[in-house]
């Protein structure tokens, strides 16, 4: 089975900092890999989403960007944070091709506060 | 274009009793339905999915869910609530027929569950 780690898990910066938010994933290769943004503890917000190394989709056009260096390592970054940015940052992957009937495996989350 | 809602922004119920949370979907093609439940600060777990067969799906912690096509429903039950069962409930849909893998969430349900 997969396991997802983030790191780091809390993290407070001021206005206009830069950001990197890392996850890695275990147990299974060649996954599809997620950002979500979950604000005020409800609805997900998909940011971005990749399905191999290098190969990055946005879902909103924002200040954030992702990267893929390795075939399990999804970053997550910033040059700027705005107030806005603010939230609880959860990683995903679930499992690629044939096999992937849709759900979802998640990390433990980074919740951000942007002072 | 998929879609799922989740009518009811939170739940109550007393220990003991049954409980549902209710969720209704609407996709092109065939679905797939999942369920998935956030304690707080936690990331989301996966508890069941539904993609074909048996209408009644049965998933971790003693919950089950109903996929039911005419109603284009898919709640999630369970026969005797728990305390330890309050947290943030989210279905999801992946539409077979849409050509993408990602699955729609919904803005999530709060269950309660008094002693």
């Known amino acids: 089975s997969q396991t997802i780690h983030q790191w780091p898990a809390t993290l407070v910066q001021p206005v206009g900092s830069p950001l990197s938010l890392e996850c890695t994933v275990e147990g299974t290769s060649n996954p599809n890999l997620y950002w979500y943004r979950q604000a005020a503890g409800r609805g997900l917000q998909l940011l971005f989403y990749s399905v191999g190394i290098g190969q990055i989709s946005s879902e909103v056009p924002q200040n954030l960007s992702a990267s893929r260096p390795q075939d399990r390592q999804f970053i997550l970054s910033s040059k700027k944070l705005l107030l806005s940015d603010s939230g609880f940052y959860l990683c995903?992957?679930?499992?690629?091709?044939?096999?992937?009937?849709?759900?979802?495996?998640f990390g433990e989350g980074s919740r951000l506060t942007v002072l | 274009a998929q879609s799922v809602a989740q009518p009811e922004d939170q739940v109550n119920v007393a220990e003991g009793n049954p409980l549902t949370v209710k969720c209704t979907y609407s996709v092109s093609g065939n679905p797939y339905l999942f369920w998935y439940v956030q304690y707080p600060n936690r990331g989301l777990q996966f508890l069941l999915k539904y993609i074909t067969g048996d209408n009644l799906v049965k998933g971790s912690y003693g919950f089950e869910a109903e996929f039911n096509k005419s109603q284009t429903s898919f709640h999630l039950k369970k026969p005797s609530a728990l305390v330890s069962d309050s947290a943030l409930y989210f279905c999801?849909?992946?539409?077979?027929?849409?050509?993408?893998?990602?699955?729609?969430f919904g803005r999530g349900t709060s269950l309660i569950v008094h002693p």
């Open positions: 995903a992957c679930s499992y690629p091709g044939p096999s992937n009937t849709g759900e979802l495996f």
């Open positions: 999801a849909v992946r539409d077979l027929a849409g050509g993408s893998y990602i699955p729609t």
